[in-house]
Every structure is written in C-alpha cells, then in structure tokens.
C-alpha cells in the first residue's frame, strides 16, 4: 500500500492573522493582473462576475423595457417601428430569463456556496470558471444580433412557425438558436458543479438537515437544470437544423409538427421558472430570520416544499399549452397539478409569515426587501393559481394579465431578494456596510414602482389588451392603465440607479462591517469581511443547523467547532465529506488557477460561430474537457508545501487517516458523471419523445417501411457485450490486475470501434436521407447523437487504455477507469433504448 | 479499500441510521410522488391515444368507463403510492428514538438526519396520495376528449 495515498489531517486551532493563514493565503491567492483575471477559479471571484454581469445584462433589458414602456404610454405612439418593437420584446425577455434571472443566483451561490458549507471551493474550481466565461460569451453573441441587422423577433419563447425560416429567413434566428445551447451548456456545468459541491464538500457534521435553505434552492434547481435544459437545448438545435439542414422536425409538410417546439420548449420552460425563483427563496428563507432574531419556523417542511416545487414543476408543463386544442381530461390533469403546485408555494409563505410575526423584526434595509418579496410573492402566486384553471386560462392567456403575472413572480420573487440579498451579504463581499437611509428610500421606490408599474397590468390584460402588440387605437380603455404602467416602469428604474448609487458611495465611504455585522447564524460569518482566498484556516466540525447561534437557542448539549479542525494545507485541499451525513471520508486535492477554462471558451465560441462548417470537436477543446473535470486529485499544477509544525491538542484524536485524491468509486469525478448521464439520459429520452409524439400526430405511413434487424441486432448485441467486457476488466484492476484491465479496454474499444463501422453501413443502407420527412429527420439526429456519444466514450477509452499501459492505475486508485466504464454503460443502455424505439417499436404497431 | 471514517461532528447526525436502510427511507420520499407522476404523464399519452381514435369513443365519455388502460394504471400507481405511504409511515415510527423533542422541534430546530428524511416521506407520500386522489376524479367526472 502507497502510504501517501492516506494521511492524518492535522488539527488546528489557528485565528485568520496566524502564521498558518499567512501560508493557506500564498497557496491560495490568485495571481494579480491580468494573469490571474484570466485564469483565476477562487469561487468568490467567479460569483462576483456573476453577479455584476448578471446586474449588466439586467440594466440592459431594463432600458430595452422603458423604451416599450415610452411605446405604449399613449396609444397610436410611434416612437419605434413593429418591426423594431418585436425585436425589442425578444431581447427584453431572453435577456430578463435567460442571461440576468439565473446567473444573478448563481453569483449568490459561486461566492456563497463554499462559505455557506464550510469548504475552501466548489468541488470543480475549473468548471466553475469554464461555467461563467460560457455565460459571458453566449450572452455577448446573442447579442451581437443587433449588429448584423437580424436580431431575434419572434418572443422569448420564440414559437415555431414564427422562428421558421419560412417566416423568419435572418441570420438572427440562428444565433439565438446556436446562443441558447451555448448557454444551455454553461447553465449544465454549472449545475453539475453545484450538485457536487454540496454531495462532497459539506463541513463535517453538515448532514442534509443541517444545510442552509439556499443550498437546498440551488440544489433543486440546479438538479432541475440538469433535466430541464437538455431539451431546450435541444429545442433549439432541432430549429437550427431544420432552418439550416432541411430537416423536418416542425414542418407541417414534411410530417413534422409546430406543437412538437412547445412541448419541449415547456417542459424546460416550467421547471426553469422555478430554477430561477427557488435560490431566491432560499436567499429571503436564510437571511429573513436573521432580521426576526429566531429560526426560520419550519425549516423541515420549507426544505421540502423547495423540493416539491421543483417536482411538480416538471408535470405542469401543459398548463402553457391550454389553449392549443388538447383533449379535456389532460387539460384537467395539469390543471389539477398547476393547483397542487400552490401548495409546496403557500408553505413557504406562511413559514415566512410566521418567522416575522413570532420574532422581533429588525427592520433593516434586507428586511424590507424581504418583506416587500413576501407581498409581491402573494400577488404573483395568486394571479398564477388563477390561471391554473383551464377556462379562466383560455380567457386570460395571451393578455397582459399574463404579463403582469410573469412580472410579479419573476421579478417579484427574484430581484427584490436579490437586493435584499446583495444588501445583506454586501458587508461580506466588501468589508462595507450599505447606507441604511439610502436603502430605505431604494425600496420604497423600487416597491411602490413596481406596484404602479405591473399591477394595472391585470387591468390592462382583463381589458382584453393582447400582450406584444406595438401599439393600440385610443378609446378602449387600455389608455390609462398604460400610461400608469409606464410612469411605474420608470419609477421603478429609478429605484434600481438608486440602488446602484448606494453601492457606489457605499463602496467609498461605507461604515466597516466587521465579521458579523447583522448577528447572523451560518457559517460564512466567522471568515473575516471579505472573505481570504482560503475561506477558512481550519474547516469548521458543525453539529447543529445554526453554528452561531447555538449558545442563544440551546438545542442541546452539542456545540460545533467552529475555529478548531482539519488544516489541511499540503497544497489546495479540501476535505470530502459524504453526502447524507457529511462524514469526512477523503482530502480533496484541488486543482490551481488555469487559462484553459478561458481558452476552451474561447475554442468553443469560435465553434459555434461556424457552427454550420465545423461538427467535431478539435484537440484543443478535448484537452480543455479533460481539464476542466480536473478536481480532486487530478491537479497537475498543484502547489505542494511541506507539511508545517503544528502543535496537537486533545481534538487530534478525532482525526482518523483518510485517503488523499480521488482514492475509491465514489469520487467527486463518479459524482459528477452521474449528473452528466442524468443530463444526457434527459436529452435522449426529449429526443424519443419527439419521435413518439410525432409519430402519434401522423395519419398513418409514420414508419415509412419497417427497419431491417439483419445489421442493427448483431450491432446491438455487440455493444451491449462490450458493456460486460470493460467491466471485467473493470473488475481486474479492483484486484490489482493491470493486465486484465489493458486486455478489457482494448477489447470494449474495438468492439466499440466496429459498432460505429456497421452504423455507418447501416446508415448508408437506409433508402431515405435525413430532410425527407420527419421520420428520418428523426431516426438520423437521434442515431446521429448516440453516435457522437459513442465516439466521445471511444476517445475516454482510448486515453484509459493509454494511462493504463503506462501504469496509472493499480488497486487504490483506479477512480478515472470506473467513470470512464460509467460512461461507456450508460451509452450502450441509451443504445437499447434507440434500439427499441427506432426498430422494435414499428412491429408493435 | 476502505479507511476508517473521522468523525464528524460530537455527535452523528445520524443517530438511528442503522435502525432502518436508506433504499426504505427513499421509498418512503419518492415512491407515491412517481406514482402520482406516472398517473399524470401516462395518463396523458393514454388519453392523446384513445382520443385519437374518437370515432370509436364518445367525446364526452369519461376515462375510466371507456378504457381499460386507465383502470389498470391506476390501480397499480394506488398500489405503489399506497405502498410508499406505508413504508413511510413505518419509518416515521422507527426513527422516533432520533426525536430530541416534539414535532415542534423537528420542524424548526432540527434533529437527526434519519428522523428528517422519514418526515420527509410522511409528507411527500400524503400529498401524493391526495393528487392521485385528484386525478381519479377527474377520470370518473370529466369529458375525455372534448376540446
């Protein structure tokens, strides 16, 4: 046995001015300059860019809404043409939802996560930066539809036949097609990246009903993510190809069906309007009790219903299809969900109402933003449960009443507790407390605009006012609610610059805060104010919900060790805890600062620019893959320091020898290609469902002939024998068996490697080609796409093989080789399920 | 191999771990929700189908008199849901040891891991149960196929 495959962590008791913070710093910090701009993955820095790109992209679709506003103020108003008038509403929406509404928590959660947890990173520091410049980059391509004359027009949801290029023939269509799964992968990373993080890097004793309500939000919805995204993504890309290949997938004519776009568009659409509001909620569910001086009341049932929500947000779907000619008794199924769905909401309302009604408020700045979400939160989730009922819907939909139901809940329910929020933890972000007078002004301005602002929008919509219409003819009564709409909107920017203002004077001139300003119980109070790059000298032991306050509540005789714990300092390390009961079971070994997470952007960028010419990945971005994965472990720039002196205490006997790296199965690396097949399986399985619907939809002569099994069984069974191949050899280098291991991979990539040969012949053979019909449009993008996985588990399998005839693995560490069969599994089990829908399926008919 | 674990905290968060696996606390928490998800999702595809051979269906038939598939699935997602419930509520009743104090406690102060995930599938497997509840109702009362 290697015995540096283990060690016993050393406990410390040191305080933040120590000799021992001195040494965590230098391994920690980043590089000044533009070097360490550029390659920095210190988690605080990444959330911060989150937050003031996010807050950029906000003020961008503010102003983009006054000028819609200025439009509609008066009835026949000509200040912007209809064509430019559509574009406008796109871009303010795609920019609201997509690019501000999400990545504005994600910054929250970037910089809070590692703190809140009691960790020094997130478990994918690379990913995490790889995360943000995506972000960065799609949003700036999407907007650079403005510069080449064709920007998108046709809605934020952007519904086919309007996105056609039938009806739609620019160039702008494509880029926000190609820009929307660009981003839909910067959002999967960065899901994938927190799922992680809180399943391995959670404080010792921070079992799950130990953890703040914001980790449980950005868990929902980053869980969520990963099964939602995939088919918007997809939504996208199968608009692309069928404005630039051809294809027929929501052609009318060539078999395929517009229904088919909402339906996936939907079934991401529903469970992202949760994504975007549930961190959200966790923001006010964690800082809200700060301000009443006691617990949140319910955590349990909070924490579930952020679950619930998300759940059920995924079988309400259709309630956005109401008026699309569907069958009654569905209708009444997702009616009668859109209802249930109150339920998990209003739990959380009342627990928020009786935290402040049984504490004693302090009424800060944060608490009047919380409050004032609470309210707006109420109106959002009533207007929403109205349209739940399917005639009211059919009555009240495509009306501004629609409108000011998404205004209430988005922005209700997501920027009010993002101010709240950033006034909060600003002390910790800057060292600075806001100015409370100014924050008080910037609420009432910001609440009492908004009020004027969106609620005569449900006047407006039960006036009958069509939502995204450029102008309207005086004398139907729309004149006045318009005009105090817009008066509103503006009231309710100035509340925004307001809010901006106090941040820059406060930045200047704002009062010290110290560690803990607002007497707050979670753990990010301990660390100094800003934060060290290392978070903490020594990770925190917890033994109960709120570590800073446990003397006040007296839960019982366990207290946390906030100030004594593991060092860990041999380099960027963390511990690794497991995932129910944050136990610790490893030390992370984290990697160093990269460019590579910027130049595989940069790669990726370049390859969505010339989408239409490049399909294949370049070496280049492989290599940017395999470093962007590199976590525990697998740092190759690690920053080794001779363990230091350090005087033990009576605590040491709690520190057992735990394995170093990615030593076991179950690693942060297995972790995370877990969540990778779940995304995946996802995106296979919006695929076969648009095959099933489809086919459902034709009037016979849906198969045009039924598929030949001479090629496709024997191919079948071939790679599902090579699933059992590289277990064996799997299973040979659990015992030590290299030999084995070699002789397994070579086999399952030749067997793999003759599977994509008898495709291709397959493929060759079949008497249709991809744009005939949306049969084959269908049976080629799907075996098309397993295609490409197989090839993607050909290139894992190769690099095993060459790390296994070198000598990497042995029977302690073998992590990489049970990810890699991980992944190889799961592509021939999508294979079954092709299989089974593209040739078994067509006999059962 | 496997090295010893440290320990975590002063006390497990755990405590009445070992009283009970985790795959029963996980059927507790997920069985009657997926019961209650496939009800709705299958019951969609079930009705698109039925409806789109409406010539041999009244259009205002009502699901369960009209095709023995809702029937049958309904009966076997009552099964499992009702199933989930029970197991729920069996590790509601093992894990009271966990208890520190009242329900009280449990819902504002916290207690152990186990006792949590155990109110957890109390909870989920009763509002699940309710929502099938809800769609049996309207298979029995609503028009099938009338858009």
């Not at chain 1, 410049?133 to 046709?154: C, E, I, K, Q, R």
């Not at chain 1, 095959?691 to 009037?699: D, P, R």
């Not at chain 2, 849901?81 to 966990?98: H, M, S, Y």
């Not at chain 2, 155990?118 to 029995?140: D, E, N, P, R």
Request: glycine fraction near 10%; include cysteine.
């Amino acid at each position: 046995m290697a015995t540096d495959f283990y060690r016993i962590p050393s406990i410390t008791r040191e305080s933040y001015g120590s000799a021992v913070a001195a040494r965590l710093e230098e391994i920690w910090k980043t590089e000044p300059g533009i070097k360490g701009w550029l390659s920095t993955v210190d988690h605080k820095k990444i959330g911060m860019r989150y937050l003031i790109t996010a807050f950029a992209f906000l003020i961008i679709g503010g102003l983009e809404a006054l000028l819609m506003r200025l439009q509609l103020a008066h009835a026949n108003e000509s200040l912007l043409s209809p064509e430019r008038y559509n574009q406008i509403f796109t871009m303010h929406g795609m920019t609201m939802i997509f690019l501000y509404a999400l990545p504005i928590l994600s910054g929250f959660s970037n910089y809070l996560w590692p703190l809140l947890l009691g960790s020094r990173d997130m478990a994918f520091p690379r990913l995490n930066a790889f995360s943000y410049w995506v972000y960065l980059f799609s949003g700036v391509f999407m907007y650079l539809s403005f510069f080449v004359g064709h920007t998108p027009n046709a809605g934020w949801f952007n519904y086919v036949p309007y996105s056609s290029r039938q009806y739609d023939p620019g160039i702008g269509m494509d880029i926000y097609a190609l820009g929307m799964v660009f981003f839909g992968i910067s959002t999967t990373v960065g899901s994938i990246n927190f799922v992680v993080t809180l399943l391995r890097t959670k404080a010792p004793g921070m079992s799950i009903n130990r953890i703040p309500i914001m980790i449980w939000g950005t868990l929902t919805a980053s869980v969520g993510n990963l099964f939602a995204v995939p088919a918007v993504s997809l939504a996208f890309f199968l608009l692309w190809m069928d404005r630039q290949f051809g294809t027929a997938f929501y052609q009318p004519s060539g078999g395929g069906h517009p229904l088919l776009w909402q339906h996936l568009f939907w079934m991401f659409g529903h469970p992202w309007v949760y994504a975007i509001v549930l961190p959200a909620m966790g923001i006010v569910s964690d800082a809200l009790p700060v301000f009443c001086r006691r617990p949140l009341v319910g955590y349990t049932i909070v924490a579930l219903s952020t679950v619930l929500t998300m759940f059920i947000g995924f079988g309400v779907w259709l309630h956005h299809m109401f008026a699309t000619g569907l069958p009654q008794l569905p209708l009444s199924f997702f009616g009668s969900a859109s209802l249930l769905i109150v339920i998990p909401s209003a739990v959380a309302v009342f627990a928020w109402i009786a935290t402040i009604f049984t504490g004693r408020p302090v009424f800060k700045t944060p608490f009047y933003f919380f409050a004032g979400f609470v309210f707006l939160f109420t109106v959002g989730g009533l207007s929403g449960f109205m349209t739940a009922a399917v005639p009211l819907d059919w009555q009240l939909t495509d009306t501004y009443f629609v409108v000011a139901h998404l205004h209430y809940v988005l922005l209700g329910i997501n920027v009010f507790p993002v101010v709240g929020g950033i006034y909060f933890w600003f002390p910790k972000f800057t060292g600075k407390m806001m100015s409370e007078r100014l924050g008080k002004w910037n609420f009432w301005v910001m609440f009492i605009g908004f009020n004027l602002g969106f609620f005569p929008m449900h006047i407006s919509g039960l006036l009958g006012m069509p939502r995204r219409i450029y102008t309207y003819p005086s004398g139907l009564g729309w004149d006045l609610p318009n005009l105090i709409t817009s008066i509103g909107a503006f009231l309710f920017a100035i509340g925004v610059l307001l809010f901006l203002i106090n941040i820059v004077i406060s930045l200047k001139r704002g009062v010290p805060a110290g560690s803990n300003p607002w007497d707050a119980s979670s753990l990010e109070w301990i660390t100094p104010s800003p934060p060290p790059s290392f978070n903490f000298v020594s990770i925190p032991n917890v033994a109960t919900r709120h570590p800073l306050w446990e003397d006040r509540l007296n839960e019982g005789p366990e207290r946390s060790r906030l100030h004594e714990g593991m060092l860990l300092d041999h380099g960027r390390e963390t511990v690794g805890t497991t995932a129910l009961d944050g136990e610790p079971d490893v030390i992370l070994r984290m990697p160093g600062d990269s460019y590579l997470p910027f130049l595989c952007t940069i790669a990726m960028t370049v390859l969505v620019s010339v989408a239409s010419i490049t399909c294949g990945g370049s070496r280049a971005q492989r290599r940017c893959w395999s470093s962007l994965f590199q976590s525990p472990g697998y740092g190759r720039d690690q920053r080794l320091f001779k363990p230091p002196e350090v005087s033990m205490d009576e605590s040491m006997e709690l520190a057992q020898r735990l394995p170093v790296g990615s030593l076991g199965r179950h690693s942060s690396g297995w972790w995370g290609m877990w969540c990778l097949i779940a995304t995946e399986a996802a995106l296979f399985a919006y695929l076969l469902f648009g095959y099933f619907y489809l086919g459902s939809q034709a009037h016979g002569g849906w198969v045009p002939e039924l598929p030949k099994l001479k090629v496709a069984l024997p191919n079948t069974i071939l790679l599902l024998a090579s699933s059992a191949v590289v277990y064996w050899g799997e299973t040979g280098i659990r015992k030590g068996h290299r030999g084995r291991l070699i002789a397994g991979l070579a086999a399952t990539l030749i067997m793999g490697i003759v599977f994509v040969g008898l495709q291709g012949m397959e493929w060759h053979m079949k008497p249709f080609k991809m744009t005939d019909n949306a049969y084959a449009s269908s049976y080629f993008t799907t075996t098309g796409f397993h295609m490409m996985h197989v090839a993607a588990g050909l290139l894992i399998l190769a690099a095993l093989l060459w790390w296994a005839a070198i000598g990497k693995f042995g029977a302690e560490r073998h992590a990489a080789v049970s990810i890699g069969a991980l992944y190889w599994h799961f592509v021939d089990i999508v294979w079954l399920c092709v299989f089974a829908t593209f040739y078994v399926s067509p006999y059962l008919q | 191999m496997t090295a010893p674990h440290a320990s975590a905290s002063p006390e497990h968060p755990a405590a009445a771990r070992r009283s009970l696996s985790l795959s029963a606390l996980w059927f507790g928490i997920l069985a009657a929700p997926l019961a209650w998800s496939a009800e709705e999702l299958v019951g969609y595809f079930i009705a698109s189908r039925v409806c789109n051979m409406k010539s041999s269906v009244g259009s205002m038939s009502v699901a369960l008199t009209t095709s023995p598939w809702f029937a049958g699935l309904s009966f076997v997602t009552y099964v499992v849901a009702f199933a989930g419930l029970w197991i729920a509520i069996a590790n509601w009743r093992r894990t009271r040891e966990e208890q520190r104090g009242s329900g009280h406690h449990l819902l504002e102060l916290g207690e152990g891991r186990t006792r949590f995930m155990s109110m957890w599938g109390l909870l989920t497997s009763i509002a699940a149960v309710i929502g099938l509840v809800f769609i049996t109702t309207q298979m029995v009362a609503a028009p099938l196929c009338e858009s």
